[in-house]
């Protein structure tokens, strides 16, 4: 925070961006960028700033590795409590290791994007006669929409586990790119905050983005045509702002609107209408061109080129050694996906390879690409998408909120029976369930962790030990602040 409020943050994004088509925008070289006076003359440079800001989230410190990554570790989605495993101190909560994990990289790389989220949606004001109808209000609803999700991705590493402590003090909430030192709020405060800027994004979006009566639109328009309100899977739309907003209440516990925005969701966007299906038995099992990642259930994700490299490649591929790879205990897998061979995710998220040492071992693919040449080097386009809220995930908060349990039954069932399994057993209890399909459905997605956070898991099942459970002290969940932010609010506050 010190970093982006001492100067005030000039927002430097890429120019001819908003009017190319998805991969040649994700082309475009960091040295192309341009100041902020010369951004806001323009429609099109209002979308090149927001577009900059969709770029920023793949970094490395954000949705690039650290927001995702450590925190399936802490969940013990792989086996990795080895003495001599990198990941190691991480699986094992060790203080240095988890705090490291929270690091001042995610911190500072988010206030920085949130410096520039209020730049541009202090112009979308004072620049108003620059925008039409349209772009006015899907550029702030989206702006406002990444502000909300950012600070919520905050709120849950550095805010305290609500239910326990809704007062203490956790994060600044930042509204303005004044280059002030803002204070840290209360968790209910931030809470308050987040759903009032999802609120807002959400009326803003409502009768102006295409996705409600037209669909994600993943492809280039024909003719020349502007593609700025196209390719909605890669910006916070509005049903993602929906499902963002179901997200965001559960996490704090109200169960009333977590239902009635996810089920809004599920209504809209799959049974009114087909704009996010669950992914065809063709799509997830065709050999060589899979698609892991259940790309028609993306409602907000990153396309990013380099995936298979920053994701699989540095983390789960067969050429890493045993003490680097992420990889499934093979047992322990068996008993997410209760030994169902039928289960798409559970046959094709898995393969068996030969690692470094010449070790037939299995490794997790869901980010793995395939080397394509020739007629076929133009890779399909889920290849690319990293899944950041998904629908599936709609029906796991309304199955847990649902107040009718025959119902929420029902919605839980409707995911199982996508991914190719039985229903669960007439009168099971619901919740196991829901939490072995999060299990089963966000490994490598980095939402595990949370939902242990929130209902304060005293142990959670292990990655490295078939039937063993982990103590979680309450400490586990907790972040302190980086501490260049501490050493920094020290010094202003003599």
Not at 133 to 154: C, D, N, P, S, T
Not at 251 to 256: Q, S, T
């Amino acid at each position: 925070m010190n970093t982006i409020l001492k100067i005030k943050s000039l927002l430097l994004v890429l120019i001819c961006f908003s009017m190319l088509s998805c991969e040649d925008w994700l082309q475009v070289k960091s040295e192309d960028r341009i100041m902020e006076n010369n951004l806001y003359n323009n429609q099109e440079g209002f979308m090149t700033a927001l577009n900059g800001i969709y770029i920023d989230l793949m970094n490395h410190s954000l949705y690039g590795q650290s927001l995702i990554l450590p925190f399936d570790i802490m969940a013990q989605c792989y086996n990795c409590r080895q003495d001599e495993h990198v990941y190691n101190g991480l699986a094992t909560y060790d203080p240095g290791a988890r705090q490291s994990a929270a690091s001042s990289g995610i911190w500072q790389r988010v206030y920085f994007l949130l410096a520039n989220i209020n730049t541009l949606l202090e112009h979308c004001e004072s620049d108003r006669g620059v925008l039409n109808e349209q772009y006015y209000h899907v550029i702030k609803g989206e702006a406002l929409a990444l502000r909300a999700m950012l600070h919520f991705e905050l709120f849950r590493i550095y805010g305290p586990i609500y239910s326990e402590n809704k007062e203490v003090d956790c994060i600044p909430y930042a509204t303005s790119s004044d280059p002030v030192m803002l204070p840290l709020s209360k968790a209910n405060v931030v809470v308050e905050k987040i759903m009032n800027d999802l609120a807002e994004a959400e009326n803003l979006l409502k009768g102006y983005d295409p996705v409600i009566t037209e669909g994600p639109l993943f492809s280039d328009e024909e003719g020349g045509v502007s593609n700025a309100m196209r390719y909605r899977q890669i910006r916070l739309n509005y049903y993602a702002v929906l499902g963002l907003t179901a997200r965001s209440a559960l996490y704090v516990g109200d169960k009333e609107k977590a239902f009635n925005y996810a089920s809004k969701v599920i209504k809209e966007a799959q049974e009114d209408n087909a704009w996010f299906p669950f992914v065809t038995r063709e799509a997830a099992t065709t050999s060589g061109v899979e698609d892991r990642i259940y790309m028609t259930e993306i409602l907000f994700g990153m396309y990013n080129l380099q995936r298979t490299q920053r994701y699989y490649e540095a983390s789960f591929s067969n050429s890493l050694g045993e003490t680097t790879v992420l990889r499934v205990n093979p047992d322990i897998q068996k008993i997410i996906y209760e030994e169902d061979v039928n289960d798409y995710r559970n046959s094709y998220w898995f393969q068996d390879m030969t690692d470094p040492d010449n070790n037939e071992t299995r490794h997790f693919i869901k980010y793995k690409g395939e080397n394509r040449s020739g007629a076929e080097s133009s890779s399909p386009n889920h290849f690319y998408m990293v899944p950041l809220i998904r629908i599936s995930e709609m029906y796991y908060i309304a199955a847990e909120c649902c107040p009718d349990p025959i119902k929420a039954r029902e919605y839980l069932n409707k995911v199982r029976v996508a991914r190719n399994i039985a229903n669960i057993p007439e009168g099971a209890e619901l919740m196991p369930y829901i939490e072995k399909e999060y299990r089963k459905e966000f490994i490598g997605e980095g939402q595990l962790f949370w939902l242990y956070k929130r209902l304060f898991k005293k142990e959670i099942p292990s990655g490295t030990k078939e039937g063993e459970m982990i103590p979680m002290e309450k400490s586990f969940y907790l972040f302190s602040l980086p501490q260049s932010e501490m050493d920094f609010r020290g010094e202003n506050q003599k």
